[in-house]
């Protein structure tokens, strides 16, 4: 261990955040190492460790050979501190080796609010934070994540966004490399080359030209550099690699557990939802590999809990085959099976009741609108009914705590549909009132409101957002609607929304702003006792920004979207026609009711989006 | 607990490993068990977990050899495997060195020997070994140390009657080794409670920086506690 670092370990809290050597972390030989990456997440170790996109990765990179990839988190204040203090550049866990000798630095982007943190790791790492800046000798910046699909606030900042899912990708970037530099190739030519593999965008070779009025009057590829990129799927997750023999902390992470991912996409089409669209196309995995995974995963780990990861757990056709099969395993070993995201519309009774064997006394739903209108506008199929009677299963089985999930400020929201929320939660308190079997006890109903912004590529991506001013005025009113005791409500801050919406739809120009943040001392700004909105505010003044430009209006069809030239594989025209029915309030059925030809399909190789099963257990039939 | 569990574990705990803390030991040991498919006995109840108790919480950033962990074995399996067995499933720094069957309770503990390394950046000073003399020849030495149990957020000690042994020798020429001995329980000295109030005591002789290592533990006779 570096000598500097042991003597600052001890006076940050939580050393072990920053110590590695936890059991299965990879340590290879350098010696058979030609390739280092760093794979950074912009938060901290428990938050990056619960990532499973991350242990993917590290998987599949570590499983090349000479190829030696290392984790990197961001350091909590305390310790950047002690770092910068003692002149100690940002490590990998592994090695203990500083990240700026590394060939490459990747960042997971789940987060707009994390930003800052890329820059600040940068900086820490004593890499260029500019693009343009960085040498031969410097590593090549890259990012994935959600929000690299629109990745624009970082163009200035990242060499290489990854679009997509990055099992493929990733090691085809990987081999460009290594052959590029046996070649004698330097950066800009590994760079332009890498522009050519799909799902590869490359931000310098792209030129983006305004008009007067600050929208974008075009996007130019440079010459030979594909106009559109479009992001990359595995075709067959049963296939695919699957984290079973993955790092297990040493200290408590958020989540502490095995997750099993059933199925990759979304079959319900939720307006308001970018992991909806973008995950696109739904492919599941077979059962008998999820079982086999999910039992080596707790032998492999010690855990005593796994939950279920998905979009929709509900959705998946086998669900009840896959919890039989987990459930012979973990219920004679006290594992605990947790099957989160399962809808109220076709909330499985008998395997609520064979899950909870203790302790179920609450139970969360997401209606996210108070009235039918408005949730048949965003597309949220669920029904008062249907909640209600989900509700009622639960109070009658002796659960007493509800958790009701909203969001204000969705498009074409009214008064109205503000005090549906209230109503909401009153049915479900007089629900209870007549259904309870333990009513001694008292109810907690907690009602939560976000405040919405528009992502790239839904429906709403051209949408404006409502003022700060506004949502305040719609929680007060919410707030006076609401006068049970037994309901308690719970508002998110507008301050964050706000700029997690300036930063979601933002363009290339957004960079400058943010860089400016960085230098006035923003970082962790996804934490509340970090975030300063007025430093976010006074940082756009300085870079001649004006976020309500990107926050509060509404773009047109023409718009030439800061994201125009990459495709996660749905239509533009399919979500303009989506946003239509939005207005209209006309629901769009689910995939499996009706294809809608969103555009999909297209990225499986066989054009068979939903199929029962995958590819390869597929043609075993 | 009234109840003496069975089985117990000496390991070591090192370089990165020190920086594990006391409950995240336990739950690491918790699953390494199961990772090791060495069956132990769960605790009833509501929300069962396997039972694995740690004989003295060792602060965060101490290295020690001689960790005691007791737990049961629920099926039969020589207990000279258990050692390599977990050894395959643990993480860096965490070593175990054998595993038998407990002798004395827990509560029979008494003293430990420490190695305190401190470590001068500019030089050993000189009036070193003779300071800390002097700090121990006093009738009595009433510190405060940090509790969390006291409402003033601190209690009074007496360091004087808790320290048994002690000789200091230089390794090189900025590196000097404190071995001692120490009570462990009812009540405990913490050697960085003692060092605290060293450096009150002389803080001339302040180390630049210090290293804890536990080195064995002791029964109220004098023996080895197993």
């Not at chain 1, 997750?259 to 077979?286: D, W």
């Not at chain 1, 012979?328 to 399962?342: F, H, T």
């Not at chain 1, 074409?412 to 079997?437: N, R």
């Not at chain 2, 074995?73 to 060195?97: F, M, W, Y």
Request: charged share 25%; aromatic share 10%; proline share 5%.
């Amino acid at each position: 261990m570096d000598p500097k670092l042991e003597r600052i370990l001890l006076n940050v809290q939580k050393p072990a955040r920053y110590t590695g050597g936890e059991y299965n972390a990879i340590i290879k030989d350098k010696k058979d190492v030609d390739t280092r990456f760093a794979f950074c997440f912009p938060d901290t170790y428990e938050i990056g460790m619960s990532n499973l996109g991350m242990r993917i990765l590290y998987g599949v990179m570590n499983g090349m050979d000479g190829v030696w990839c290392e984790r990197c988190f961001a350091p909590w204040g305390d310790m950047e501190e002690e770092m910068r203090k003692a002149e100690l550049p940002l490590w990998a866990l592994e090695s203990g080796d500083p990240i700026g000798t590394f060939d490459f630095i990747g960042f997971s982007l789940g987060y707009e609010m994390a930003y800052t943190n890329v820059l600040n790791m940068l900086d820490l790492a004593h890499v260029p934070l500019r693009a343009g800046q960085r040498g031969e000798n410097d590593p090549i910046v890259v990012a994935g994540g959600t929000c690299a699909y629109n990745g624009e606030p970082l163009a200035d900042f990242i060499d290489i966004f990854s679009l997509g899912e990055g099992e493929d990708v990733t090691v085809e970037m990987i081999e460009l490399y290594r052959t590029c530099r046996k070649q004698g190739l330097g950066r800009r030519e590994y760079l332009r080359r890498a522009a050519q593999i799909p799902g590869l965008y490359v931000p310098s070779l792209y030129k983006v030209t305004y008009n007067e009025d600050g929208t974008i009057a075009a996007i130019t590829p440079e010459e030979g550099v594909p106009a559109v990129v479009t992001k990359r799927i595995v075709q067959d997750l049963d296939k695919s690699y699957y984290p079973v023999k993955t790092i297990i902390p040493s200290t408590e992470i958020v989540h502490d557990r095995v997750m099993l991912e059933v199925f990759r996409g979304c079959i319900r089409g939720c307006r308001f939802c970018q992991a909806g669209y973008c995950y696109r196309p739904v492919r599941p995995k077979s059962p008998e590999v999820l079982i086999r995974q999910g039992i080596e995963s707790c032998r492999e780990s010690g855990y005593q809990e796994m939950t279920l990861s998905s979009l929709s757990t509900s959705d998946y056709r086998p669900l009840e085959q896959l919890c039989d099969g987990l459930l012979d395993y973990c219920e004679s070993r006290n594992i605990n099976l947790s099957v989160p995201s399962l809808r109220a519309d076709n909330f499985s009774m008998a395997l609520q009741q064979r899950l909870q064997k203790a302790r179920k006394s609450s139970i969360t739903f997401a209606p996210e609108a108070g009235t039918q209108r408005l949730r048949d506008t965003i597309n949220k199929n669920v029904t008062e009914a249907e909640l209600l009677q989900s509700c009622r299963t639960v109070f009658e089985g002796g659960g007493n705590a509800v958790k009701l999930y909203f969001m204000l400020g969705l498009p074409t929201e009214t008064d109205e549909d503000v005090a549906g929320i209230a109503d909401l939660a009153q049915k479900v308190y007089l629900c209870w009132k007549e259904h309870a079997s333990h009513k001694a006890r008292g109810v907690r109903i907690t009602v939560s409101t976000s405040f919405f912004v528009p992502k790239p590529f839904t429906p709403f991506q051209w949408e404006s957002q409502i003022t700060m001013e506004e949502y305040r005025r719609r929680v007060n009113l919410l707030r006076s609607k609401i006068t049970n005791k037994s309901i308690i409500y719970n508002w998110h801050d507008p301050d964050t929304s706000y700029i997690e919406a300036v930063l979601a739809r933002g363009d290339r120009r957004v960079g400058k702003a943010l860089e400016e943040v960085w230098r006035r001392g923003g970082r962790m700004d996804a934490w509340s006792e970090y975030f300063d909105f007025q430093r976010w505010m006074d940082s756009f003044a300085a870079a001649g920004i004006d976020p309500d430009f990107y926050a509060l209006r509404e773009r047109s069809y023409e718009e030439v979207l800061p994201w125009s030239m990459i495709s996660v594989g749905v239509r533009q025209s399919y979500l303009w026609r989506e946003r239509q029915q939005a207005y209209k309030s006309v629901i769009t059925p689910d995939c499996r009711v009706q294809c809608m030809g969103c555009g999909a399909n297209k990225l499986v190789c066989d054009g068979q989006c939903d199929a029962l099963l995958p590819i390869s257990a597929r043609n075993k039939q | 607990m009234a109840k003496m569990h069975q089985h117990r574990i000496r390991y070591e705990k090192t370089g990165r490993g020190i920086y594990i803390s006391h409950l995240d030991t336990m739950a690491m040991f918790q699953r390494a068990f199961l990772r090791a498919g060495i069956d132990i006995w769960q605790t009833e109840g509501f929300n069962r977990h396997t039972y694995v108790s740690i004989a003295l919480p060792l602060s965060l950033g101490c290295s020690s050899l001689c960790e005691v962990l007791e737990f049961d074995l629920e099926s039969e399996i020589a207990l000279d495997q258990v050692p390599e067995k977990l050894n395959a499933v643990l993480p860096e720094g965490i070593r175990v060195l054998e595993c038998y069957e407990s002798v004395s309770q827990f509560k029979l503990l008494r003293t430990l020997d420490w190695t305190i390394t401190m470590e001068y950046d500019n030089g050993i000073p000189a009036a070193l070994d003779e300071s800390f003399r002097a700090m121990l020849a006093q009738e009595s030495y009433v510190v405060r140390k940090k509790s969390n149990k006291s409402k003033k957020g601190f209690t009074e000690v007496d360091i004087i009657p808790m320290v048994f042994s002690w000789e200091m020798k230089p390794e090189g020429e900025t590196t000097v080794n404190l071995s001692c001995n120490l009570a462990a329980q009812n009540p405990s000295l913490n050697p960085q409670v003692l060092m605290d109030a060293f450096t009150q005591f002389a803080p001339a002789c302040k180390p630049d920086f210090i290293r804890y290592c536990r080195k064995e533990i002791y029964l109220e006779n004098g023996e080895k506690f197993r």
